[in-house]
């Protein structure tokens, strides 16, 4: 699954730990057994990857939602 | 718009794997079967051509393709034919195997078309089938008659019934509704809300209720190997 779910404000953050900007990368999203992937923001050194409080609760907590149904 | 349109709606959003678990379905019921390389095969329902690419590219089989509608252009090089699975264009006993992947269940007249494949294979040859199951099929009468994947949809005792009543001998049921929700997470993924994945498969019945019964129904995803009696 891939796609950019970045916005332009999300480049704005900073990695605090190596102090560098954010890039928008293939970041691997995990949940109940099931894996997808999709172009986040990441800081290009560690890895550290942005969910905007949009993601987490518009369209991932749909996600969720379908994975957890019986 | 009708049912026959979906794998055009479904491409458009979540790429080529536009049926539950893609090939590795495909490729269970290829090794599980057996098939000598010399096999014919007819893949029922056969789309942009992705199992025919397949079973031959990685299995050497002679295959053969039909499909209701003209969006068949992709399959490289194998016959494709453009023909309703209710009436096969074919004689009888004249392949090995009949592979109908998340096609039986958009059908209006599915036990028709179950019987063609009986039809079409020689006798020792395959039915391989996947599609959508009811888990809960006696919350589904609010669905009946929407012109859907779930059309034809029934329950796992009910499909059985049908495929050894027409002289098969069922050697595999398996339950892969797993990779049916994962299908569905993606569509929710790629379109944002599941009011989306909703009007995408149910673009006629918008209403709460009919979605409603559908999630009461349970839907699943089966594959099922059955050899036509000798």
Redesign the interface.
């Known amino acids: ?1 891939n ?1 950019d779910y970045s916005r332009p404000e999300d480049l704005t953050w900073k990695c605090r730990k190596c102090n560098v900007n954010l890039v928008v990368g293939p970041a691997t999203l995990s949940y109940m ?2 894996r ?1 992937t ?1 172009d986040l923001p990441q800081c290009p050194i560690c890895g550290f990857v942005l969910i905007s409080e949009k993601l987490a609760l ?2 991932m907590t ?2 969720e ?3 957890e ?2 | 718009m009708t049912r026959y349109d979906l794998p055009e709606r479904l491409r458009a959003v ?1 790429g080529d794997a536009i049926r539950p678990g893609g090939l590795a379905l495909t490729e269970r019921a290829a090794d599980f079967c057996g098939f000598s390389e010399s096999a014919r095969i007819v893949d029922i329902g056969c789309g942009f051509g992705t199992t025919l690419n397949h079973l031959r590219d990685c299995h050497g089989f002679w295959v053969c393709g039909i499909d209701i509608s003209d969006r068949i252009s992709e399959s490289r090089g194998q016959p494709v034919v453009q023909a309703s699975a209710n009436s096969l264009p074919f004689g009888a006993g004249v392949f090995d195997g009949v592979f109908c992947e998340c096609v039986l269940s958009l059908l209006p007249l599915s036990e028709y078309a179950l019987s063609e494949f009986c039809r079409v294979l020689q006798p020792g040859g395959y039915l391989v089938l996947s599609d959508i199951y009811l888990r809960n099929p006696c919350q589904a009468q609010n669905i009946d008659g929407q012109p859907s994947c779930l059309s034809s949809a029934v329950a796992k005792s009910e499909r059985i019934t049908h495929v050894k009543n027409l002289g098969f001998e069922l050697l595999l049921w398996e339950d892969h509704s ?1 990779y049916l ?2 299908m ?3 569509i ?3 379109l ?3 009011e989306g ?1 909703m009007k995408l498969f149910f673009p006629d019945t918008a209403s709460i209720c009919d979605r409603d019964a559908i ?1 009461r129904a ?1 839907p699943g995803y089966f594959l099922l190997i059955a050899r036509k009696k000798e």
Do not use: C, F, P
């Open positions: 699954m796609g057994g099931n997808m999709a518009g369209k749909e996600v939602q379908v994975l149904d019986k | 979540i797993g929700k994962e569905a997470a993606r929710v993924w790629a944002g809300s599941r994945l999630q349970r």
